[in-house]
């Protein structure tokens, strides 16, 4: 995929593109490095028009700032406008439709990019117009380098515990991970896979594990009468005096 991009940038044949994916994994960072590959800082303003379609989703915002900036030609470079909409899945129909025409019209001097999570929110009709790039959840040897030099330049402290309970959480989602480092440190001050788990809200592996002992090997009799009952307040109460007797188990071994 970044081959095939940079030869369309080297050769300054830039098709109309369509970036999916879930969210954090690049595809607007892709386009905006793009964007500044192909024209100097001086036009970058009168070149590119970025926009994020989730704050107006309706036909006026294709109407009007998109539809002004793609038939405006410009007298100081030659070459094509950009359009980067992100967020397009959340697009109406009708503007879709709409951006459809446009895209017709002004393919001579304007190219536009698409960005979205969904690509089945994308008509067919704009999907057929652009070359579609998927951009997938990021492995966890594309994450930790970057989240390496993060921690180096902003001289976070964090173990190895830590950084494993990041990536985990963040299920390839980079700006996720960034999110988390950021919200722990500034928290907790250490980053380590407890500190991780609280400020994010997730159960502990280590309590996790000691419910389902508790559960199937120390008093399953129980936890199957609780979950057979027909008393939804009973059943409730039990719930947590349950996961209460769990949580006391747990910090009595840990002292």
Known sequence: MSSSIQKFISEEK???LLFYGPPGTGKTSTILAC???????????????????????????????VLSFASTR???????????????????????????RVIEKYTEN????LICNYLSKIIPALQSRCTRFRFGPLSPDQMIPRLEYVVQQESIDINP??????????SGDMRRSLNILQSTSMAYGKVTEDTVYTCTGHPLRS???????????KDFTSAHRLASGTNEKIQLSSMVAAFQGVRDIVVSEAS
């Open 35 to 65: 964007a500044k590959q192909l024209y100097k800082d001086k036009e970058f303003t009168s070149m590119v028009l970025e926009l994020n379609a989730s704050d107006d989703r309706g036909i006026d915002v294709v109407r009007g700032p």
């Open 161 to 170: 515990g830590g950084m494993k309970a990041i990536v985990t959480l963040s």
């Open 74 to 100: 410009t007298i100081f470079k030659k070459g094509f406008k950009l359009v980067i909409l992100d967020e397009a899945d959340a697009m109406t129909q009708d503007a879709q439709n709409a951006l459809r």
């Open 207 to 217: 309590d996790i594990a000691n419910i389902l002992d508790w559960s199937l090997n």
């Open 110 to 113: 304007t190219r536009f990019c």
């Open 14 to 16: 830039l098709p109309h």
